[in-house]
Each structure stands twice: as structure tokens, then as C-alpha cells.
């Protein structure tokens, strides 16, 4: 028995050290923009749905199933570390090619009124809220990351997805995050 404990110990300090090494490397080198005819102008998420589109103009260009917050379907984001995905209108203001999951595009997390809500209730917004691939290290997860919402606000899709995401959003790209 107590061999079992030691192994399975080694093993998990052993994932441990690896995702914390990997979250340190980044995810690679991201690809290059797609043509423009190619680039979406509009990301919609409904949160109920766990479904994300994104549109050039009124046609949906791609559509990808996701997984939110660990507490999405209790609202809109309100404050830091309620795990909920806010709802309203933001954009895409940045990317990260070296993130702790397989690259990311930040959504533009608290506007004004975000910042106002949380702090006349006494809290601090939060912010980091992206659109990322799976915490890198994790990819063999694949499509059953989307068993269950594990993240802490941000939405979540597969590596393959998040690079077709990253190469079809330009930065400033609207995203509309319904209920």
C-alpha cells in the first residue's frame, strides 16, 4: 500500500512540475493572420449555449463549442474571482503568444460600467479574461475539456480551435457574451 502512495505522489508532483514548466515555456510560435475575406468582424458567445460564432458580417464563419467560468451560469461576471464570464460588449484589445494556455486573446474586461458596479459594491472588477486553448502541457485533453466549465471567467476552446481563433480575429474585433 504504501508503495501505491509513494508512486502515485511521484506521479502527481511529477505532472505538477511539468505543467509548471510548460506554463513558463508558452505555447510555440502562433500562426500567421488569415486573408482578410477570412478574418471575422463580430464574436458572439452565448453563454447558455456554450457556443461561440464568429461572423463576417452577418454570416457565421466558424462556430466552436466552449467551456466558461466555473460559475457562468450565475450571471455576469460581477467581481475578481467569482469564476463567472461577463456578459455585454467588449473587444479583442490584446493577445499573448507565450500564455499559461495555449495562446490567448484578452477580452477588454472591465469597461466602465463593470468598474463601477464592482467598486460601488466594494470590490475590485477583476480583469484577465481571455479566450485561450487548454493550460499548456494539457492539450492530449482535447474536446473533453468541455465535460464541465473549468475556468475563471474566460472561455475556453481546444489548441487546433484557438489557432484558427487566432488567426481569424485581428485585434479590436467586437465580442458580444450573451446569457
Known amino acids: 500500500m504504501r508503495k501505491k502512495f509513494i508512486v502515485l505522489a511521484a506521479v502527481i508532483v511529477g505532472l505538477f512540475a511539468y505543467t509548471k514548466m ?33 461572423l463576417k458580417g452577418d454570416v457565421p464563419i466558424s462556430t466552436y463549442r466552449i467551456s466558461l467560468g466555473q460559475a457562468a451560469d450565475a450571471g455576469p461576471k460581477q467581481r475578481e474571482g467569482d469564476e463567472k464570464t461577463p456578459e455585454g460588449r467588449y473587444e479583442i484589445d490584446w493577445r499573448n503568444p507565450k500564455s499559461m494556455a495555449h495562446l490567448s486573446l484578452h477580452i477588454s474586461y472591465p469597461n466602465l460600467e463593470d468598474r463601477h458596479n464592482a467598486e460601488s459594491n466594494g470590490f475590485a472588477p477583476g480583469g484577465s479574461i481571455m479566450i485561450h486553448g487548454l493550460p499548456n502541457g494539457w492539450g492530449l485533453f482535447g474536446e473533453s475539456h468541455r465535460l464541465w466549465d473549468w475556468t475563471d471567467g474566460c472561455i475556453a476552446v481546444t489548441n487546433a480551435e484557438m489557432r484558427d481563433i487566432w488567426a481569424s480575429v485581428p485585434d479590436h474585433t467586437p465580442i458580444d457574451i450573451m446569457p
Open 22 to 54: 510548460m506554463a513558463r515555456i508558452g505555447s510555440g510560435s502562433p500562426p500567421p493572420q488569415a486573408p482578410l475575406a477570412q478574418q471575422a468582424d463580430l464574436i458572439r458567445v452565448y453563454k447558455s449555449e456554450r457556443r461561440m460564432v464568429l
